[in-house]
Structure formats: structure tokens, C-alpha cells
């Protein structure tokens, strides 16, 4: 498989936010000579934990892009990739703002 989903923060690294493809959740669609870039690709699966992303397939990549699915990215292990949103929490004391990590692509 040759296509990878990862977040805006991975793209951005990557410089690639204006030359692939974004997913409907907010992420984008890299190529396997995209992750290359990260290390060797014979470590694949060690790269995509450091950045938080997903292997998929062609028809996946399709759907992905289309918006049928939108797989939730895991948690990067390398803090440059993690996405985090300020939402907030609203209570009976009033709002209260919290940090949440996210991964699926920024809104």
C-alpha cells in the first residue's frame, strides 16, 4: 500500500499541505516516498506511531477523501505531531475551557 493518512501537523512538516490531497475529516493523504521522508521506510510502522498515521489502501483512500469513512488517526508518540483543540466544558460553576488531543485532522 502506498497511501498514508496523518494529520495537518505531519503535512505541515512535510510542506505538503497545498500538494495532496485533504481528507473530509481534515487530514491529508501521503504518499509512501512522502514517509520516506520521516526515516527509513523499512521502519513503517515506527514512523506512522511517531506521527499518528494510518496505512490505507486505494479504495480506502478514496472514501477517506469522499468522506464515506473517516478512520480516527491514533495518538502521535512524537510530541511535534499531536494535535490539541481548547473546547470548552460547561457546568453549573459556569464555562471552564479544557485541552483536548486530537488526531483526526484539525476542524
Do not use: C
Not at 509512501?32 to 498515521?53: Q, Y
Not at 478514496?62 to 480516527?72: A, H, Q, R, S, V
Amino acid at each position: 500500500m502506498n497511501y498514508f493518512k496523518v494529520n495537518k501537523k505531519v503535512a505541515e512538516h512535510l510542506g505538503l499541505t497545498q500538494d495532496r490531497n485533504k481528507t473530509a475529516d481534515g487530514a491529508y493523504i501521503i504518499w509512501v516516498a512522502d514517509l520516506s521522508r520521516l526515516g527509513n521506510i523499512g521502519n513503517k510502522n515506527a514512523i506512522l506511531a511517531d506521527i499518528g498515521g494510518i496505512e490505507l489502501t486505494p479504495k480506502e483512500t478514496l472514501d477517506e477523501i469522499k468522506g464515506i469513512t473517516n478512520t480516527p488517526l491514533p495518538q502521535p508518540q512524537d510530541e511535534r505531531f499531536v494535535v490539541v483543540r481548547i473546547t470548552s466544558d460547561t457546568d453549573t460553576q459556569g464555562t471552564q475551557g479544557t485541552e483536548t488531543n486530537i488526531t483526526e485532522g484539525e476542524e
